[in-house]
């Protein structure tokens, strides 16, 4: 339904701006409190984590015991009641995914080992990660439920759909059991700047947001390292007319696929998103977070200044490596370099000659 679809039906409907930093903020402290109960956390995506519970029975119990702590962790202090959190039990991340989806809000749903498939069997096909025309295709086909999918032979639906067919056709059997990958959480290396009258101009964000950069590069803790999430965020000037006084903000977090530690680099994709997307409103702070790294190479760690050389004595040395697997995998030198001999020769056999690659 759009907005205006929403206001043709509800004319005193009231739209609330969303404060992603918020949302962000408490997720983070939802992490923060789930990896008090256990060192594996795998965060899926805004506001749905995954847990590793290996280990825990013999801390805490049986699953119900590990689930009672996991909501006495989460819990807001002082609240009482119904609360919104769903949690699911099960042997590998989907089961759990999916009873945790099929629970009540504050309430716990636990898949017995063993028990995966006949749990599974009696949920749609919307539970499996399909794009739509798959999801057409299966409802063509008369499969409605993650039982019927795996009661088909798994070679039939593999044929009908290829290697997709075969992941989905084992997770909806109970066979594929993805276990969870935890992490380090990186400390961010976080530059901040607070704005005495606020502040709409493009070009003076993009400004305050290349000196953002430029501190935060500077900071110690990330000479040898280079950039690779970085996140911007920033406090909307409130509105005279709020009612409640809440507060408003914008997000953007960006993923940069060749880590680096130029600015530049590292400005480029928050600058698009910048003028894609701009802030609803005047900005009052402005918050850079470097928050993941890459390491660098050798000579990136000890001098952190040419990031350009350091990369292709990377590359380099990542060859070499290469090169000697190969060598010791098939016992006989396949890599050759192309050098000069007698470039002045009218015979081009004569101007170039193969020799060994040595790493």
Known sequence: MTVSQAIGLCPTLRLCEPDPVHYDERFARLLAALNEVSPVVEPAELGVAYVGGDGLEGIFGGPEKVIEAIECAVRPKGLRGTWSV????????????????????????????????????????????LDPDTHRRLRQFGIRTLGALAALPEEAVTAQFGAMGRRLWRLAAGHTVEPVVGGVAPEPIVAALTFFTPVGERDLLERALDQLIARALKDPRRIGWRVQAVRLRADLESWGGDEDGGSRSWLVTALLKDPTADGARVAAPLRTRLEQAPPAGAITRLVLELTAFAPGTTELQLFARDAAAAARAGQRRALESAAREIQQRLKRTCLYHVIEVQPWSRLPERRYALIDFEP
């Open 86 to 129: 769903r949690l699911g039990w099960g042997r590998g991340k989907f089961a759990a995914w999916v009873a945790a989806s099929r629970a009540k809000p504050g309430e716990a749903i636990v898949v017995p080992p063993g028990e995966e498939g006949k749990f599974l069997a009696a949920q749609p096909i919307a539970v499996l990660p």
